[in-house]
């Protein structure tokens, strides 16, 4: 078979789009002043955080399901998801009248489960299985095949890869609209059916568009793939980045990839944790860390974005507000702003006072300090976390702290001594 025959054209995506236009929401595609402002050119955001289930997984979802034959649907469908693939399953079911089981890891957050429930309603059974999402979709698979159901996969698969496509169907005509043809456009890699979708369509509807992925330097699987010429099952990731943490991305996604895609960079965790918070306070966007890839990558590009129109895909939005400071923390760090040490305290009035006045600068500040004053000893170890105001000034810190304590231990890239102290 002949690559061309597995992979999606600009019509397979037209085609999805005439399907999905009276279903999903055609997201606005917004000029930021912010980003415009700060990059020196044009960026435009496309809104799919502003999606019905607030992420673009409900367009492959729903044309994947809608492209099965009535005996398939009629049998209903399995899928496994953390999150925003369950949503859209959940979502699509409920508007078509089909039976699905929802397969999803016990450590799911109580908030996505009932979202689930409720875009599904009497339609949807979720299933709690497995702590990973690796072993929820192994029992999931096990169940379709067992019941007879059609497994829908989260980005492997050509009607998912054509649904996702529409998100660039949209931005283009909307660009058309306005005379306009994007330059650069940025959209975020999981798995790789919005990537490929996008790219596909774009590759013949603009061909000078230059297609950039973004992944998340925790879990760069397109790139381990793009390098070895193959898919690639990454050993270990790093999970905050929940939407776009995949260890290993699809064969038909990276096929889709290795043709349209003209560039795969990854961005840290704590870079896209910044992003998420000014995108929060410049521009009122409530993202989640996968959303907010795309506009985080522009830092990256910053010198060739220069006077150019710029899309970035904003794929979602479904953010836990409870990692808002887990967030703040990350984006710290990023910065340089926070450091953590073990520092030997002299066992004595006084000590920390002594610490104050002659270790922190003026402008610095102490956001965690935890000690325990061991009997008989002339010092004793503390757990302290120092604020700065400026990063440049971390070396002059440490000099005082040299003078304070020798034997310091600075511990923000000792990620075992961090996880169990901080």
């Known amino acids: 078979m002949e690559l061309a025959d597995v992979l999606v054209s600009k019509s397979d995506v037209l085609k999805a789009h005439e399907v999905l236009k009276s279903i999903v929401k055609h997201t606005p595609l917004e000029l930021d002043p912010y980003l415009s402002h700060k990059y020196d050119c044009q960026v435009f955001l496309k809104r799919e955080d502003l999606q019905w289930v607030r992420s673009f997984k409900l367009r492959g979802a729903y044309y994947a399901i809608h492209c099965l034959t009535e005996d398939e649907r009629a049998q209903g469908v399995t899928c496994a998801s953390a999150g925003n693939h369950a949503q859209g399953v959940a979502y699509t079911c409920q508007k078509l009248g089909v039976k699905a089981a929802i397969f999803m890891p016990t450590t799911t957050p109580n908030q996505k489960v009932s979202q689930v429930k409720f875009f599904g309603g009497e339609f949807v059974d979720v299933i709690l299985t497995g702590d990973t999402f690796d072993a929820s979709a192994d029992s999931a698979k096990i169940y379709s095949k067992e019941n007879g159901t059609t497994f829908i996969a989260p980005f492997d698969d050509l009607n998912i890869i054509a649904g996702q496509g529409t998100v660039a169907a949209e931005v283009q005509e909307d660009l058309l609209a306005a005379n306009l043809n994007a330059d650069f456009m940025f959209a975020a890699i999981g798995g790789g059916g919005l990537i490929s ?115 970035c895909v904003v794929s979602g939005g ?15 760090l990023f910065q340089g702003l926070k450091h953590y040490f073990i520092v030997n305290f002299p066992q004595r009035p006084g000590a920390l006072k002594e610490f104050v006045g002659e270790v922190l600068g003026p402008r610095d500040d102490i956001t965690k300090f935890e000690y325990t004053k061991k009997v008989n000893r002339g010092n004793g170890p503390v757990i302290i976390g120092v604020l700065l105001s400026d990063k440049d000034d971390y070396n002059s810190l440490l000099e005082r702290l040299e003078v304070f304590d020798p034997s310091f231990i600075p511990i923000n890239d000792n990620q075992t001594l961090y996880t169990l102290l901080v």
């Not at 479904?318 to 710290?332: T, V």
């Open 197 to 311: 979708g996008i790219a596909s369509f774009m590759k013949e509807a603009s061909p000078n568009t230059q297609l950039i992925g973004v992944e998340p330097s925790g879990a760069p699987s397109m790139a381990a793939a793009l390098s070895a010429g193959q898919t690639v099952n990454l050993p270990k990731i790093d999970k905050f980045v929940d939407g776009a943490a995949v260890k290993q991305v699809g064969e038909l996604t990276f096929k889709h990839a290795e043709k349209f895609m003209d560039d795969c960079i990854s961005v840290p965790e704590g870079e896209v944790c910044q992003t998420i918070l000014e995108m929060y306070s410049k521009q009122a966007i409530v993202a989640e860390p996968a959303g907010a890839l795309s506009v985080a990558a522009l830092e990256h590009y910053k010198d060739k974005i220069k006077g150019k129109t710029v899309v």
């Open 318 to 332: 479904n953010n836990d507000i409870n990692r808002m400071q887990e967030i703040e923390e990350r984006s710290l």
